[in-house]
């Protein structure tokens, strides 16, 4: 499980394609198009900011939605992305 303090980032041959208006995920073994709450979770993965730091602007994003589900989802969307070594942290 991601630790709060974990800073996520896109893997080493990792990168981003695609147009702005359709922005697609490239890596190794292929690409993934990326819309909604999991481009917002994966422009925040910049290596820099923690896991906290992405949950807590999320929750800022997504004003009245429930911290605790914003963390779970972010958590679970991006434990799935480091199984298939898009994502470090």
Known sequence: MIAETSKPALAVGCRWGGSQEDPMLLFPEGAMKVQGTGLAILELCDGQRTFLD?????????????????????????????EKRIVDY
């Open 54 to 82: 992405i949950v807590e602007e999320l929750h800022r994003r997504y004003f009245g939605s429930d911290a605790q589900r914003i963390r779970e989802d972010a958590a679970k969307f991006l434990e799935q992305l480091h």
